[in-house]
């Protein structure tokens, strides 16, 4: 299964949601397709809708009716998907979030023991401390996210490729959006790696 039908799996909450903001059928399909298009970055032909909405009728002539409620639609979704696809990507900040627990070592504290040098081991350094110092059961990008916007670190086009990057190093036993674990790998490269780096470098 490719990466990119996994994104687009996990974005259909968010196209259903524009889509369903149109009340007439051609205006949600007009809407289905810019959505379509912008989410595989602009490019490609505009995606054909089957069935009795696919085809065209008398509004559907320049600057007939449909045309023009179409042509709204698609703007509309378009705007939508571009100011709701970083958070798709990138996640959303918890305000409840409390980096500096009382009686643990601060995120704060921690991540300046680690030192990360890259934007996969600063999603390691959060994972790590999320669960392993906060002892959070569930890690998701949204706890991530949170913790670099915290931190000040430079946050990532699209944390959630980020994410996938340390899957694939073998860093993550789990890297989906609503369940990021650290592999014996990704333990082992916080611990020994980063944390004999840093020791040897004071």
């Known amino acids: 299964m490719s990466r990119d039908y996994e994104d687009l799996v996990k974005a259909m909450p968010d196209i259903a949601r524009v889509v369903n903001e149109f009340s007439s059928e051609a205006a949600q399909q007009a809407a289905l397709a810019a ?3 912008a989410f595989n970055g602009g490019s490609g032909a505009r995606p054909k809708v089957k069935g009795p909405l696919g085809s065209k009728g008398k509004d559907d002539e320049p600057g007939g009716e449909d045309a023009a409620v ?3 639609a698609a703007k509309r979704a378009v ?5 709701g696809r ?3 990507n990138n996640g959303s900040r918890l305000k409840d979030l409390d980096l500096q627990p009382k009686n643990l070592e601060s995120f ?3 991540s300046a023991r680690a030192k990360p040098k ?3 081991e600063e999603v390691l350094v959060a994972a790590y401390w999320l669960s392993h110092i906060a002892s959070f059961e569930t890690v998701s990008i949204d706890h991530v996210f949170t913790c670099f916007r915290a931190q000040g670190w430079t946050l990532p ?3 959630g490729n980020t994410i996938s990057q340390a899957g694939s190093k073998g860093l993550l036993k789990d890297s989906k959006r609503d369940a990021i674990t ?3 790998t990704g333990l082992n490269h916080v611990e020994q790696t980063m944390f004999k780096r840093t020791s040897e470098t004071a």
């Open 79 to 83: 705007k939508s998907a571009s100011s």
């Open 108 to 110: 704060s504290d921690f």
């Open 70 to 72: 179409k042509k709204a």
């Open 35 to 37: 959505l379509l298009v």
């Open 157 to 159: 086009v699209n944390l």
């Open 86 to 88: 970083s958070t798709l």
């Open 118 to 120: 890259s934007q996969v």
């Open 182 to 184: 650290l592999s014996p």
